[in-house]
């Protein structure tokens, strides 16, 4: 990407949830203004929460490719189950059963299938819905109750990232897959903590995934106060920038609970969030780092990614 | 004698509410009568408080990955527009000739491009998903896990943290298993509370807490789980508060306290100590929630 970027992908994620992520990403468009915000936190969206709307159109319906058995001509041989490695697929009494909610939509039965019976389907794992909230476009994903496949819908929302002009991502809490699917591809992450042991044993995790991907970071801490410097030291013995500290005002806590935005509710806030957006887009246009976040590195195809994080120089 | 082992999971909807908090003050308050059990697996804590001594350790392996043997691979290209995950690139080496590789983190292990190499240069191996163990604490014994970065299939290991936790129980005679439970609503949380006997959601008097709390009582409901419920910090938004436990009455559960936004709480986790076993004002709160949850 170089430093001629026309866009700037940040993605705020956490260890884990309940740190302030919805907090720091939505504050963080508000003060931004012309700017998309997408909650890839489909399990549980919650910024539309805090930025409410105009939907803009219809809500799109998002789905995955999932296997249908022409009975008249499945012969029962269970080619087909035996491939599948996520045992969406039996077959009883030569019949094949289909769960289709184990289904990640691969679409190997079909191709096994000799017979030529199986057909691939769309079904429905969720919507995306778009608001228009001022300057602010807020593109949220939402999960069908029951349904356990997050990925597809975050590729979904992540699809309606402008190709020009910014766009933050409020990453789903945790490490695992849907969370990696939200990181891949993006500028810059901020990882969100509060000053306390839970804390940074969460921080830790969440840094690994990052440095796993290769994806240029910083720390925003939450709710800091000055009786625990167990995350500022571990920041600065990893070489990781601290982008912000928002300080434990219960008068946040409360503005929170109420949904409201914080820079709306306590204006003295903005400038916090204001300098947070310009020290992101600073530590951005650093050669060093903004060559990193790039799949053209070469380091990320030897099937283990070389570990760095944003203050390390060029690896490659 | 199993069916007389109770087992109470802690929940929480959205995470970072203090469900790790509550499960350690209950493992203090149960000590000598339970297993604990940390099925967070994606983000585990509990041991911060509870400070383990661990006994021993196994791997958890779950699925498989795609592994490409590069001196087999003639550069075909046939995985890499099968898989539908994108986890495969080919990239033109110095000497010119194009190799095919797999992304171990985009890789779901499907197995479409193991099966469909001209080839045959893929392999297949299990994947090392993450681990699990069995240790030892000043309240009694515990199992506990750890999912690796960006594994999938928490649930599945949620589901061994419990069947571990429960062997325990029986050989120990032990009659509580103490859970704490993954944030969220997803299959964790299903792996975790399904055939418990107790559920305990732990939210917040904010409008997250309100929109997530009903979307898990509804789970709770789905499984025919007794579900309580207590809010944490409750004093930051009384109102809402008071929203809350009638939502939770409304959906049949039973609300089970009120725990006051209390700053000993993080003193108490720097110390590595439950809240109750430190001279905390919300201790007698959470105390108060474990006698109406029936464990007294
Ligand atoms: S598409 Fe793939 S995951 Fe789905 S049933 Fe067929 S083989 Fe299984
Ligand atoms: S196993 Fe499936 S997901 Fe993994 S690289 Fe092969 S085709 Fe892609």
Known sequence: MGTGRNRMIIAVASGKGGTGKTTVAAN??????????????????????????????????????????????????????????????AVLDKRVLVFAEMCHGCGGCARVCPQGAIREVPKRVGVVETMGAGGVTVVQGRLDVGVAMAPPLVRAVKAHIPKTGDAILDAPPGTSCPVVATLRETDFVVLVTEPTPFGLNDLKLAVEVVRELGLPFGVVVNRADSSDDRVTTYCREASIPILAEIPDDRRVAEAYSRGELMVDALPEYRPLFEQLYTDIVRLLQNPLIAGVARASCPCFMGGTPMPRGALQGPHC | MSAAIQECVIISGKGGTGKTSVTASFAVLAAGRAVLADCDVDAADLHLVLTPKMITKADFKSGNEAVIRSEACTGCGTCV????????????????????????????????????CPGKAVDFPERLCGEWMFSETRCGPMVHARLSTAAENSGKLVATVRQEARRVAEERGLPLIITDGPPGIGCPVIASVSGADRVLVVTEPTVSGEHDLERVLKLARHFVIPAFVCINKWDINPEMTERIEQTARKMGAT????????????????????VVEIDAPSAEDVRAVWRQMGFE
């Open chain 2, 255 to 274: 609300v089970a306290g009120r725990i006051r936004y209390d700053r000993a709480v993080t003193s108490a986790q720097r110390a590595e100590q439950a």
């Open chain 2, 81 to 116: 527009e099968l898989c539908r995950f994108e986890a495969i690139r080919c990239v033109r080496r110095p000497d010119g000739k194009t190799r095919c590789e797999v992304d171990p983190i985009a890789c779901e292990g499907c197995g479409v491009c193991v099966r469909f």
């Open chain 1, 28 to 89: 963080l468009a508000r003060v931004r203004g012309d700017v998309t915000l997408l909650d890839c936190d489909v399990e549980e969206p919650n910024v539309h929460l805090f930025i409410s709307g105009e939907p803009q159109g219809e809500p799109e319906v998002v789905s995955l490719l999932v296997p249908e058995v022409d009975e008249s001509r499945c012969d029962g041989c269970a080619a087909c189950s035996n491939f599948c490695a996520f045992k969406a697929l």
